[in-house]
């Protein structure tokens, strides 16, 4: 079986733009959570989806979004991007919002 | 609230001897612990989990923890390190987060095998 996948593997952008990111979870997988992880330093939480629905979202602001489609894929949204939001943009999905998460190999955001 | 402290940042063995990388945590009621690996330019691979069933749990590669509620303590070990085990490892507690579950990542240790 296919693990999590995300698309695009590294993405290149400049201060103020926005960037769309990918992630299709293990299949029968229903939750899907993304994780922001800086340089150095373990992942944080985003968000977490579960069939279709937010059901947490960390202490990011207002500019990070995300959706999960009727699929369980799911994208996550950053607008007027900062120097600060380049990382490894990790998504991770489990069975249900309360078992193990699996990871993908990450997006590598670079914004200069 | 539920954390999640990593001892050290970074820890030297050579190929052969035994890997220990220390892991304490707090939490305020019976928690789910994890420890991921991460290779250099990689994802993260769950090693081992801990859900309140036997403390000692046993994970891919060789890799055991030992859940000690008394110590508040979460430990990886693994009896002869390969030169495949350097990578980052991190220590992961599962946390309630508004309507939904939220992994708590530690600092991360990273583990370099020499030969």
């Known amino acids: 079986d296919a693990g999590v996948t995300q698309s695009p593997t590294h993405l290149i952008k400049t201060r103020g733009q926005q960037v769309t990111l990918r992630c299709s979870p293990i299949?029968?997988?229903?939750?899907v959570s993304w994780y922001q992880q800086v340089l150095g330093q373990g992942p944080q939480f985003i968000f977490q989806?579960?069939?279709?629905?937010?059901?947490g979202r960390g202490n990011f602001p207002d500019r990070f979004s995300a959706r999960q489609f009727p699929n369980y894929s799911s994208e996550l949204n950053v607008n007027a991007l900062l120097l600060g939001d380049s990382a490894l943009y990790l998504c991770?999905?489990?069975?249900?919002?309360?078992?193990?998460?699996?990871f993908g190999p990450g997006t590598r955001l670079t914004v200069t | 609230a539920q954390s999640v402290t990593q001892l050290d940042s970074h820890v030297s063995v050579s190929e052969g001897t035994p890997v220990l990388l220390r892991c304490n945590y707090s939490?305020?009621?019976?928690?789910?612990l994890f420890w991921y690996v991460q290779h250099p330019n990689k994802g993260l691979q769950l090693l081992l989990k801990?859900?309140?069933?036997?403390?000692l749990v046993k994970g891919i590669n060789g890799f055991e923890a030992e859940f000690k509620k008394s110590e508040t303590s979460f430990h990886l070990t693994k009896p002869s390190a390969h030169m495949s085990d350097a990578a980052e490892y991190f220590c992961?507690?599962?946390?309630?987060?508004?309507?939904?579950?939220?992994?708590?990542f530690g600092k991360g240790t990273t583990l370099s095998v020499s030969s």
């Open positions: 991770a999905s489990s069975l249900g919002y309360s078992h193990e998460q699996y």
């Open positions: 801990y859900t309140s069933a036997a403390t």
């Open positions: 992961v507690v599962s946390a309630p987060h508004q309507a939904g579950t939220a992994l708590i």
């Open positions: 299949s029968g997988h229903k939750s």
């Open positions: 939490s305020s009621y019976s928690p789910s």
């Open positions: 989806y579960y069939e279709k629905e937010e059901r």
